[in-house]
């Protein structure tokens, strides 16, 4: 039994929010300067396939520490 168009496109456009949720949330955790964040986050969100796993991949800025790791 197929999925009717209207279903797969809804998977479709949710997969692509996820993505970009996902690359967001990344790098929420590394430490950059605002601009880079911000040209990062761009990226995640106008290329929505590739963005995400290039930021992930690339791994930009530096991993931030947990609280309890600092000092």
């Not at 479709?12 to 880079?36: D, E, K, Q, T, Y």
């Not at 690339?58 to 790791?69: A, D, R, V």
């Amino acid at each position: 039994m197929p999925l009717p168009p209207e279903v797969m496109r809804v998977f479709l456009v949710l997969c692509l929010f996820g993505m970009a949720l996902l690359g967001i949330l990344f790098l929420r955790r590394r430490n950059l300067p605002f601009w880079s964040y911000v040209g990062w986050s761009f990226l995640v969100i106008f290329l929505p396939v590739v963005g995400p796993f290039l930021a992930i991949l690339i791994k930009p800025g530096q991993k931030q520490l947990p609280p309890h790791q600092v000092g």
